[in-house]
């Protein structure tokens, strides 16, 4: 059993950055594969970016690319999404996912085993 919790939401004006964390529990961290999804009220959870177990591989969503940056530091047990140039559109619940059985990086949320609580970030215009 895996138990993540993030943070580091908040409120952010419209081209501001945020920075946030998810921490897992467990001496397994290495083994998964993490990933970032959000979820906008009235809509579906979309896939944001994921990272490969020992982060040299990254994947993005095409409206993440070249402003979110994902990283992780097995060490601690902990990703992170860093997101720059922020807009209105990324408000959402942001949620780190951890996957157990894949072989690679997925983009789909089914393909992951664990989910954390949500972290709400807001840009304002």
């Known amino acids: 059993q895996v138990q993540l919790v993030e943070s580091g939401g908040g409120l952010v004006q419209a081209g501001g950055s945020l920075r946030l964390s998810c921490a897992a529990s467990g001496r397994t961290f290495s083994r998964y594969i993490m990933g970032w999804f959000r979820q906008a009220p009235g809509k579906e959870r979309e896939f944001v970016a994921a990272i490969s177990r020992g982060g040299g591989s990254t994947s993005y969503a095409d409206s993440t690319q070249g402003r979110f940056t994902i990283s992780r530091d097995n060490a601690k047990n902990t990703v992170y999404l860093q997101m720059n140039s922020l807009k209105p559109e990324d408000t959402a619940v942001y949620y780190c996912?951890?996957?157990?059985?894949?072989?690679?990086?997925?983009?789909?949320?089914?393909?992951?085993?664990?989910w954390g609580q949500g972290t709400q970030v807001t840009v304002s215009s």
């Open positions: 996912a951890a996957g157990t059985g894949v072989p690679a990086i997925v983009t789909t949320s089914s393909e992951y085993d664990y």
